[in-house]
């Protein structure tokens, strides 16, 4: 079309073009911060992750590794458990594993009403990769590194308060283990390391309740493992003959036996003397 004023300039073409430049240098500036951002992540953040993702994925390899030579005929492919024989280990947690293999329960010898107590099959660094590899299957309760300045740190005098009120039922005040029903029962504490006890507050094994962090503290656990060790584990028996440990029930019986066995003495012995 024949523009009839010419060398006039159309109206809002100067606005239009300066509207345009700035929309060109926001995004400019746009693209140039999420670069830098960009640039920054990936100069700093790799640097965390390859100290620690890949110990632990080597860690896991290993477990898995192990876990379809050891495992893998009761708990199935990618531990997703086999009927009758395994449950699933998906979402168990490493701390699970620690305490079974770690305490020499798993690998099962046989089916009982409760897996016995043997000899491990694995090293603790070999029983950390299958710790390593289950909980890389999902989400569960996994023993601290720390727990050894956790110990150290401890407090003997609240750890035996809450043994007194959380373990005696079943373990003994003096640790020695005690029957329970259908078979089962709480076991003996001798020996038991601190990551073994910690594992087992940690997975609830067998009958035992689970004691998670939002019912003892990682610091009470502590506190209760330094007195197991210290105090539970020592056979330091002040008062004499411990009498098996079982706690007053067999205190009772034997100071009643003593008693009626004195009695009949003593009446044996006055009657001849009479």
């Known amino acids: 079309?024949?523009?009839?004023?010419?060398?006039?300039?159309?109206?809002?073409?100067?606005?239009?073009l300066s509207r345009a430049r700035r929309r060109a240098a926001g995004v400019g500036r746009m693209v140039a911060a999420l670069?830098?951002?960009?640039?920054?992540y990936v100069l700093f953040a790799p640097t965390a992750a390859a100290q620690e993702e890949p110990r632990s994925s080597a860690a896991a390899a290993e477990g898995e590794a192990l876990f379809e030579v050891g495992c893998i005929t009761c708990h199935g492919r990618s531990a997703g458990g086999v009927e009758g024989r395994g449950p699933s280990l998906i979402n168990v947690g490493g701390a699970a594993v620690e305490f079974q293999v770690g305490s020499g329960r798993m690998p099962l010898a046989r089916q009982e009403a409760q897996a016995q107590r043997k000899p491990p099959l694995y090293?603790?660094?070999q029983v950390r990769q299958l710790a390593a590899y289950i909980d890389s299957l999902g989400v569960g309760p996994v023993v601290p590194d720390d727990i050894d300045a956790l110990v150290d740190d401890a407090n003997l005098a609240r750890g035996g308060e809450l043994f007194r009120v959380n373990c005696s039922q079943c373990h003994a005040f003096g640790g020695g283990g005690g029957a329970l029903s259908s078979g089962k029962y709480a076991p003996s504490?001798?020996?038991?390391?601190?990551?073994?006890?910690?594992?087992?507050?940690?997975?609830?094994?067998?009958?035992m309740p689970v004691f998670g962090d939002s019912t003892l503290t990682p610091e009470q656990k502590?506190?209760?493992?330094?007195?197991?060790?210290?105090?539970?584990?020592?056979?330091n028996d002040p008062g004499g003959f411990n009498l098996g440990r079982y706690g007053p029930s067999t205190e009772g019986l034997a100071i009643f036996l003593v008693g009626i066995v004195a009695l009949v003495f003593a009446s044996i012995w006055i009657a001849g003397k009479s």
């Open 123 to 125: 090293t603790d660094e």
């Open 35 to 40: 670069l830098l951002a960009g640039g920054a």
């Open 222 to 235: 502590a506190d209760l493992i330094a007195y197991i060790q210290q105090v539970v584990q020592t056979d």
């Open 1 to 16: 079309m024949h523009d009839p004023h010419p060398g006039r300039t159309r109206p809002g073409g100067p606005a239009r």
């Open 189 to 207: 504490l001798y020996p038991a390391s601190d990551r073994i006890i910690y594992a087992a507050m940690l997975s609830g094994p067998q009958n």
